[in-house]
């Protein structure tokens, strides 16, 4: 349903920017498919995010997005969660591939936010997005292993600043294509539509990006890596790795086979092979938190069946 909006005195700048003060909650991504949609009007013109307006404008959304505690997850108790750690201040699960960490709009399912808030439903007031159940971190629907979330707002706060500030160490098992050795990749990152791309100076949206990287060993065309992210940026691991000539498998968006030669047989892999195995959290009093998650059975019997440790 179309909803019409008069600006008021004091909303004026960047059209994105005075929608989403009026709609806390609705992801960036929401508001580029609307305007990329032509559903924002100003004064009877469709708008661009960046059209500069001011009070007494008239902008029209064909539809109007949910915001606040309309975007809460779903409580989705059927949906099987695998518990790595519950603590008073947190709550570790064992992600599945294919699954999404959350939902990108109201009354989506599915996800692990969905399965998170029937179980702690404390974690819904925990973070700033009420989509995300708290989640301090997240991983792409088809990377596995270790996703934390907060039980409180102080919690969230800290655990999303230890990630900000580089002090977590967070290390995965990635499956590429071809023979690849030990390497680094330091390009900054920038999106671009569904993807991030290594970014030129001087480009909007640029964010410095480390990633580094140890071969474990190679068999039927594909290296096993244990990769290390020190920042974490969108699709980080993915677009360096496909920028030094080493794309995941199954990644058919950063130019990874869909496909790997087994013992003569051609298998199909629908999803990145990319698995977040080990998290290490600082404490206080200077201590760890090591947090870590097995290969999911399907991708260690795929290594198994090339001859690669799982």
Known sequence: MSRVIILADGESGRLDLVLAARYPGVGRRRWAALFADGAVQVDGARARKGD???????????????????LAPVAQAELP????????????????????SHP??????????????????????????????????RLDRGTSGVLIAARDPDSW????????????????????????????????LRPA???????????????????????IASAGGATLLEVTAATGRMHQVRA??????????????????????????????????????????????????????PLPAERAALLERLGLPA
Not at 111 to 133: K, M, S
Not at 193 to 214: E, H, K, Q, Y
Not at 246 to 258: E, H, T
């Open 81 to 100: 969660l695998a518990l790595l750690l519950v603590e008073p201040s947190l709550v570790a699960v064992d992600k599945p591939a294919g699954w999404p």
């Open 52 to 70: 500069r307006v001011g009070p007494g404008a008239r902008v029209t959304l064909r539809e109007e997005p949910a915001s606040g505690d309309e």
């Open 193 to 215: 539509g569904r993807r991030a791309v290594p970014a030129r100076r001087g480009d909007r949206g640029a964010l410095p990006a480390s990633t580094w990287w140890r071969a």
């Open 104 to 137: 990108l709009r109201a009354g989506e399912t599915g996800t692990v936010a969905n399965a998170l808030i029937a179980r702690f439903p404390e974690c819904g007031a925990a973070g700033r997005d009420p989509r995300e159940a708290g989640l301090v971190q």
């Open 240 to 293: 360096h790795l496909a920028a030094c000539g080493a794309p995941l498998v199954g990644d058919p968006l950063y130019g990874g086979p869909g496909e790997i030669e087994v013992a003569g047989e051609r298998v199909e892999v629908a999803l990145p092979f990319l698995h977040a195995g080990a998290v290490d959290l600082p404490r206080a009093g200077g201590e760890r938190l090591s947090l870590r998650a």
């Open 157 to 188: 706060q800290e655990l999303r600043r230890a990630f900000a500030d580089g002090e977590v160490d967070k290390r995965y098992l990635a499956l590429v294509a071809g023979e690849v050795s030990d390497g680094e990749c330091d390009l900054a």
